[in-house]
């Protein structure tokens, strides 16, 4: 099999079909509505989470078996029924309309794998391992949560916020990038960290 291809994707808007509403499905939303996708559930049941949704917008749930119709316009489809059967169904109406599709936990059936991600505010770290081991994928995912911790959500925001002063001030751009790597650094994090604790303990300490 050739290498994956590592991408974050912007999915706001781009209709996004999860087929399944049981347990299965409910784990696959979280990071789609996050991330502002237009969601179509299709199943003849559902999870009590999943008409708690449709009821107040989040997403839209049609009632019914598969077809094939339901793709009409989809960027990407989640098989998300249990049933390798139906799953197989909408594998091939997603190939045959070019439509990309993850059927869950069957790597056969998947254009593209959900990965374990570490996020911290706008920080993501995605892991992968092409299907072939998801629990160690959540191993990995849990050592990164201990090292990056939530001080990262602020840092981010303040290196942000020193890029943009910099572009704003059209800093000589090879001076600019020797500076934001000279600040992305590990000791300059620390010693955040450090000012930042100061602030929020007022200065006072033992």
Request: charged share 25%; glycine share 8%; with cysteine.
């Amino acid at each position: 099999m050739a290498a994956l291809f590592p991408m974050f994707m912007k999915l706001d808007g781009c209709k996004c079909v999860v087929v399944g509403a049981g347990l299965i499905a409910t784990q696959k939303l979280d990071g789609l509505l996050d991330s502002g996708a237009d969601v179509l559930i299709v199943a003849p049941k559902s999870a009590r989470e999943i008409c708690e949704l449709a009821a107040a917008g989040r997403v839209t749930w049609v009632q019914a078996e598969f077809d094939a119709a339901h793709l009409s316009g989809a960027f990407m489809v989640i098989a998300a029924t249990g049933n390798p059967a139906v799953n197989e169904q909408v594998y091939r109406a997603a190939r045959e309309r070019a439509v990309l599709c993850n059927s869950v936990d069957e790597p056969e059936r998947c254009d593209f794998y959900y990965p374990a991600v570490v996020k911290r505010g706008d920080l993501q770290i995605a892991i992968s391992t092409a299907g072939k081991s998801p629990a160690l994928a959540q191993r990995i995912r849990k050592e990164l949560e201990e090292q990056f911790d939530a001080s990262y959500i602020s840092w981010l925001n303040w290196l942000g916020s020193v890029r943009e002063l910099f572009f704003q001030r059209q800093v000589e751009p090879e001076l600019r990038k020797q500076a934001l790597h000279r600040i992305s650094g590990r000791g300059v994090f620390e010693r955040y960290k450090i000012s930042r604790d100061k602030r929020n303990t007022g200065g006072l300490h033992g």
